[in-house]
């Protein structure tokens, strides 16, 4: 049984920043093979869409939406991936999921909700 604990979202004035974290984790504490990890966002009547994405080397990947803005990194030693929000907007506003594929299947985050006043 893998785990993915996000952490991180909240509520920020627009132009503000917020760091997401995603930790991946086997209930029985075994090591896990991560590939790719991720992070996505989905608004209330919309598809779930990528936000940005790092693959096990390090090579990422942005939505437009977000490039210049975002910044994903991850710590393998931690198992964790991070999502580094800056100059956010309010059409930020969403809730954000973490994804991480380990040993060739996916594996999804509850949510955490990230909320931009204007």
């Known amino acids: 049984q893998v785990q993915l604990v996000e952490s991180g979202g909240g509520l920020v004035q627009a132009g503000g920043s917020l760091r997401l974290s995603c930790a991946a984790s086997a209930a029985s504490g075994s090591s896990l093979s991560i590939n790719a990890m991720g992070w996505f966002r989905q608004a209330p009547g919309k598809q779930r869409e990528l936000v940005a994405a790092?693959?096990?080397?390090?090579?990422?990947d942005y939505a437009d939406s977000v490039k210049g803005r975002f910044t994903i990194s991850r710590d393998n030693a931690k198992n964790t991936v991070y999502l580094q929000m800056n100059s956010l907007k309010p059409e930020d506003t969403t809730v954000y999921y973490c994804?991480?594929?380990?040993?060739?299947?996916?594996?999804w985050g509850q949510g955490t909700q990230v909320t931009v006043s204007s």
């Open positions: 994804k991480a594929i380990i040993s060739g299947i996916g594996y």
């Open positions: 790092i693959s096990s080397g390090g090579s990422t």
